[in-house]
């Protein structure tokens, strides 16, 4: 039984430290903005 709860307790410390420390940042790659295809179909002015 202590084992058991050792091991959860080492799974979730390693999840909350891989949560806190993960260099990969979704938005710095993915949200750039509109494209040239989005401004030929929305022409400004």
């Known amino acids: 039984m202590p084992t058991a709860f050792l091991g959860r307790i080492a799974r ?7 949560a806190l420390t993960d260099p990969y940042r979704p938005e710095l790659h993915y ?5 040239p ?9």
């Open 12 to 18: 979730v410390w390693q999840t909350l430290t891989t």
């Open 31 to 35: 949200m750039r903005g509109p494209g």
């Open 37 to 45: 295809r989005w401004r030929e179909r929305h022409p400004e002015g």
